[in-house]
């Protein structure tokens, strides 16, 4: 492993955390939405392993040891697998609802299978990628320099702004029942536009930070809301084998956290970089 | 004392059950018989529940009187269609005519709530056309009420019930959003749409009165599928669980299991107050104002019992119109067989909806407009219709209750013409209370029957469009009672004005489906609330001029 300072290991943890944060989400959510689905196609299994496999080697690149996690071939192939199964999802979930009478109208695309959940899976994979390359083969994946945090900022703000609308989607389906609903339609689309124009003006900005920060936050907050959510079935929480899924998802919030710490990472790579420009 | 609610009054001793919690109360408050109220009202359905709390709200005092029970739906409504008739209206009653209506189900109910409580939820908007067919479609009667502000009124009761609908309605002038978005398709809905989309015309989701979120003390549908027998969860928004709470935080008194017999005349000719039976003693309430609301059948039958040496003929009938004009809908449908699992007892009964034929004038040999929905039925609603509809029995009909899973259906609501010989008359026979029972008679119009036909035609090729085999026409269903207490401009020809008075008798108004000029192609209940909105807006506009 090359010497790294130790801004830049912090970095790579946060990126490789993040990932980790966003396989959990993955786990839990796929594995009760699909065991929901009654698991009716066999292929309903694969996110439920590729997510707990990114876990596994995200999270100890993500620990307290990076040094310690493992660099092998199984590692890379994680991540692929985990990105490619997110894109195939994505294919199944749009056929899911493309199937619907009606084909791309609002009541399939609430209540069929959704469209942006499998990205996730997807980005966990990028990210966990990410990190491994940043941390082994001298932050490069191919011809792209990651070095520098902007690709990683680039892309994760592309994921912020994609699970918002799924957010919004969802949460117009539950006709913003709750102002509360509205927190993670408002906040994280500015934290990833913020993030966006540090990547390109190549200036990481405080205020970025605090927006990620607040986005992370919200993630674990709305935990809690989709939980009193869960509350407002029929029968609250003593129901909760039904409610749990009949309700908001508790597990899809923390996304937004995944994302937002792998953010931070990458504005910490830029700030690094920054530095190293200027005593140059 | 028994705790039964079908032989003890509940609303009494200053409180009122609280129907969101198990074994809850809510103050209510209470007049004295001596005291005159501002309005009684006769019936707490659609039209009387919805004014109780709008009229309790603007200040006004208040006694709304059912016949029926106050229900507690979390603790007493079962997931049994034999048991929850307990909701229906099954005092007795005699049918006749050409087509003898089928009374005591789908069209009444005898519970505080009225039939709301065990309606199908299903909650349109008639055409703009419709509020004035005779002047812009040519037939029948106009109403005296601008569509315009009908659909004002439509707008309010639907932030009030939280109706779950489309986000677009593909029929008609530009409406406001549903306050919910539109519930899952059930498979039997998907049969209509693909239906639909096959023979080229639009479908759309139900706005339906059940929340599709969490709102209040509501929670969200369940798709439990017994809403015909009575909501157990209360995510229905009937009026008992919707407008009632409201009514009685607002000062409203309710009185369940008293049954208005008699409304009385003063020498001056206005109403003085009404008779009413409760624990088994006539009783009798002064009041201001009698708002007579207990649907086409008993309104009339409360009117021409009410007659007196001053109005030989019954209250409110110079015009000899009350109890004339009845209209049911037609409720016809089409059935068939297909080899997937439909299940369509899961969810609302009817997810799915086309309004394409009230919406379209060409291609029809009859006057008036039908909307069709994907049906649901429960397992004895079923056997009854294959044994009715269809003459199976035996063991043919267990067979073919076997295959339940894969039937699916369409079902009609479609506008019957005003007649005045269908009508509701007074029998001689007398009933529990002593009072005269009705004799309902009925005959379809050639009209209606040319409407029937060409629906259940058209309902078949949509069912067959989507490889539906085996299918056949349920052809002797209606649903829905309106019409017999007419509003209109003149007196000569309406019962009512369109501020829902009488025009006999100033302080005597009639709010429910009974003052329906026409029903056009969709069920009534979104209408009778928004014209019982509409009547409350115009009394407290009259009272502030002193004009009551």
Known sequence: MAQKNKEEALAVRL??????????????????????????????VLPLLSSAASIGFNARRAGAHPERAPDSEGTEISHLISTSIGIIGFGFHAYNVLKRPGGMRLVNLFYGAPVGAPVALTLAGALGKTADALSRNNGMIGPIDLKDGRVIAGVTSIGLVGTVAEAALLHFRGAYHDPFMWLPIIVPPIAAVSLARDAIDNVPR????????????????????????VARNMGGWKNWRQNLLAGPPVPTPPAFTGLAIAGLGALLLMRTAKKKRSHA | MSSDPQENPRARDGRAPDVFTPGGWVPMREHDDADEVDFAIVGTGAGGGTLACKLAEAGFSVVAFDAGPYWRPLEEFASDETHQEKLFWTDQRIVDGNNPIKMGSNNSGKAVGGSTVHFAMVSLRMRPEHFATRSKLGYA???????????????QVEQALHIAGPVNYPWGPHRPRYPLRPHPLNAAAEYL???????GTKWTETPLATVSAPIGKSHPCVYRGFCVTGCTTNAKQSVLTAWLPRALKAGAEIRDLAMVGRIETGKDGRVTGLHYIRNGQWRFQKA?????????????????????????DGLANSSGLVGKNLMVQLNQAAWGQVKDDVRSYKGPPSLAVSEHWNYTDTGKDYDGGWSYMSQGPLPITWAKSLAGGRGLWGQALIDEMARNNHSVGLKMVGECMPDENNRVTLADEKDQYGLPITRITYALTDNDKRMRDHAVRFMRDSLQATGATECWEEMDDTCHLNGTARMGDDPATSVVNADCRSWDIPNLWVCDGSVFPTVGGVNPSLTIQALACRTADRIKAMAARGEL
């Not at chain 1, 993040?18 to 698991?39: I, K």
């Not at chain 2, 009667?141 to 707008?155: C, F, G, L, R, T």
């Not at chain 2, 201001?288 to 030989?312: H, M, Q, W």
């Open chain 1, 15 to 44: 990126v490789a955390g993040g990932a980790t944060v966003l396989a959990v989400s993955v786990l839990s959510d796929s594995g009760m939405e699909h065991y929901r689905g009654s698991f009716r196609d066999p292929a309903m």
């Open chain 1, 206 to 229: 405080p205020v970025t930070t605090a927006l990620l920060g607040t986005t992370a936050a919200l993630g674990l907050i709305g935990v809690g809301f989709h939980a009193y959510g």
């Open chain 2, 141 to 155: 009667v106009d109403w005296p009420i601008d569509w315009q502000e009908m659909w004002k009124y439509y707008a």
């Open chain 2, 193 to 199: 749409a693909r239906g639909a989309e096959a023979l």
């Open chain 2, 288 to 312: 201001k104002n009698v708002i007579v609301a207990g649907y086409a059948i008993e309104t009339p039958r409360l009117l021409l019992n009410s007659a007196c040496d001053r109005f030989p």
